[in-house]
């Protein structure tokens, strides 16, 4: 049964195309939806009362309050639905988690002598860009061979700009040198061109040209140039062998597919560009909730279909977001219902037509099984990993003697040099397994000196006090973790729990939700063979030992640990390697504060600075020709 108030709500709810956002008796939202019409979407929730499945049973049971946003039109709609989705992060919506842009190539063709830039951003700035690549290690590989084949410049536009001389690259033969040298544009730009077809995959129709050039070059005796065209087409034909091709047709295009099991879906999109795969990418989502798939093993084929089906049309609505290259064509396993509007909204986005098409046989369904494929695979390896991490996570909970199971758990640790630029960090664990986007790192502020327990005080007060930002989750949810692991012995388990005790004073829903202990290392002088982890109210350590799970569950607490204090030293060195280049403008006559504020602020630090001229530096303002001239002999240069 609905309340009175939805029912009014609902009542006045008008017939436009439009965005309704549901919300439970909190106030939070808990699912976005769009409509042709809004009246009769929001009579499928408020006045049908059976026939629901899982999922919109579950929904309205939540549902406390609703608004609305009306759209002059569905396709307003539906980009408006992406937004509010990528912005609220609904508890009952598909959410595309991975927030990242996949890099790519750029090459700014209007320039003369353009660089290869790798990036993570698509403009609408006039440049040709090449990829998404699916990893940082597939794109340096491609970058490798466009370096070894071709001799594109490799420094930036400000060496580039300032070089009086060539760099090593030129003596190496690797860059024709057009810093310094005088080196015809049209050269130049015609193999731009060769890099071009190269990264767009048209690699034979490129090696075809160079032979009739190489056997040219050879017929009029230069030998030389014939032996560099031979090298290069040898290279390039190495490339090839590299590369799968899966169409005839040289076209780019992605290919999407989805497959679900045991509550867990993988989203699997293949990057085909002129006819070759240059990569892949996974996205794993949790499903239990957002489609209540509670017992997949026993669903039907159709009710399968209709969840991956859901899962597809969620995941292509938030996926081209945010300057994602948009190929001019898109391969899904499964028909979903606003194909054509997404369609419409993608083409506009590209500027020219985009079609999504779902084969059923031949060449193009050949390659959505094999995105179908790649996707099963991953999801059978996240399931098998995911149900190791949950047996190990259980003997840990029953070793510690936890009544919650440990679903989160953090720990932190301290890092100084003799007591300067003291910090800390704090890594999370999100069912076994490492989620870097809740890591957080701390500045000592209060402690003067080295004082490990006084650090630790500081940063456990600062993450579990009711102001803090870091322990602020998704909706404005206080996540708090299951485990607390503190690097050291029973000093530091006697400090943090001394800190919780006083917290909870404050936030009386700590008082039993935290779970606290300490991870020693092992006494090798006393033969002692693993780490010991300390518990609050028994004075020896846990034995860790008595199984290979619960030795198992022990690396996992050591390797949180080893995390935590990777991610310690790696923010202490840089705030110290920070704090070493600026006290280089300490020492120089001439500069104080004023100056050194100026500068820092122009070259956004040092090492823009050391490649500006006397002459750039003069030029600024409150600067003279003198005072330039010692900062760069200060700078090393």
């Not at 996949?102 to 006039?126: A, H, M, S, W």
């Not at 397994?433 to 500081?458: C, N, P, Q, W």
């Not at 700590?510 to 033969?527: P, R």
Request: hydrophobic share 40%.
């Amino acid at each position: 049964m609905v309340s009175d108030l939805i029912k009014q709500r609902y009542d006045l709810a008008p017939s436009d195309p439009g965005v309704y956002l549901m919300k439970d008796i909190q106030g939070r939202i808990i699912y976005v939806g769009k409509a042709k019409n809004l009246k009769k979407r929001l009579a499928s929730y408020f006045v049908r009362e059976s026939g629901h499945d899982n999922k919109t049973t579950l929904l309205i049971k939540n549902i406390a309050d609703f608004d609305i946003i009306i759209t002059s039109t569905e396709h307003e709609a539906l980009i408006l639905e992406a937004t509010l989705i990528k912005k609220h992060k609904p508890k009952y919506n598909i959410f595309l988690k991975d927030g990242k842009n996949y890099p790519c190539f750029r090459i700014d063709t209007t320039e003369d002598y353009p660089l290869l830039q790798v990036v993570r951003k698509i403009k609408n700035d006039g440049a040709t860009y090449f990829g998404p690549y699916s990893s940082g290690h597939n794109i340096k590989t491609v970058l490798r061979q466009v370096n070894r084949i071709f001799k594109l410049r490799k420094c930036r536009d400000r060496n580039f700009q300032n070089r009086t001389r060539p760099c090593i690259q030129f003596q190496i033969k690797a860059c024709l040198g057009p810093c310094c040298n005088k080196v015809p544009v049209e050269i130049y730009k015609k193999m731009v061109g060769d890099v071009a077809l190269f990264l767009k995959g048209r690699s034979p129709d490129l090696v075809k040209r160079l032979k009739k050039e190489m056997a040219q070059e050879a017929e009029n005796q230069e030998f030389e140039k014939a032996a560099y065209i031979r090298d290069t087409i040898f290279a390039i034909e190495r490339s090839l062998e590299q590369q799968i091709a899966v169409s005839a047709d040289l076209m780019d295009r992605d290919v999407v597919a989805s497959v679900e099991k045991e509550g867990r879906a993988v989203v699997t999109l293949l990057f085909v560009r002129s006819g070759y795969v240059v990569g892949t990418e996974h996205h794993l989502f949790d499903v239990k909730l957002n489609l209540n798939v509670v017992d997949s093993d026993n669903l039907d084929t159709t009710t399968i279909k209709s969840a991956t089906s859901k899962i597809l049309e969620a995941f292509l609505k938030q996926y081209y977001q945010a300057g994602r290259f948009i190929p001019s064509q898109i391969l899904t396993a499964e028909n979903f219902e606003d194909k054509a509007l997404l369609e419409e909204a993608l083409s506009l986005a590209k500027g020219k037509k985009v079609n999504i098409l779902v084969p059923e046989r031949g060449e193009k369904r050949l390659i959505v099984d094999m995105a179908i494929n790649n996707a099963q695979r991953e999801l059978e390896t996240s399931i098998l990993k995911n149900n190791e991490n949950s047996q190990i996570l259980t003997t840990l909970q029953k070793s510690l003697g936890m009544e919650n199971y440990p679903k989160r758990i953090e720990c932190f640790d301290n890092s100084n040099i003799a007591g300067t630029d003291p910090v800390s960090s704090m890594v999370v664990f999100i069912d076994g397994e490492l989620a870097k986007s809740l890591y957080r790192k701390f500045i000592i502020k209060s402690v003067k000196g080295h004082d490990d327990y006084a650090y630790m005080t500081e940063v456990l007060t600062r993450r579990f006090s009711i102001q803090s930002d870091a322990n602020i989750g998704k909706n404005g949810d206080m996540d708090l973790p299951d485990l607390l692991v503190v690097d050291g012995g029973k000093g530091q388990l006697s400090m943090a729990m001394a800190v919780l005790s006083d917290l909870e004073l404050k936030r009386p829903e700590l008082k039993g939700k935290i779970k606290v202990i300490g991870l020693a290392k092992k006494d090798l002088e006393k033969g002692e063979t693993h780490d010991k982890v300390y518990v609050w109210g028994r004075s020896n350590p846990i034995n860790m030992t008595q199984s290979s799970q619960s030795i198992k569950a022990l690396y996992l607490l050591q390797r949180l640990r080893d995390e935590a204090h990777r991610f310690a030293i790696t923010f202490q060195r840089q705030r110290r390697a920070k704090r070493a280049e600026l006290s280089i403008l300490d020492g120089v006559e001439g500069v104080g504060k004023k100056r050194k504020a100026m500068l820092l602020a122009h070259f956004k630090g040092i090492s823009a600075m050391k490649m500006a001229t006397v002459e750039e530096i003069a030029a600024l303002p409150g600067m003279s020709k003198s005072v330039a001239e010692k900062l760069k002999i200060a700078l090393g240069e």
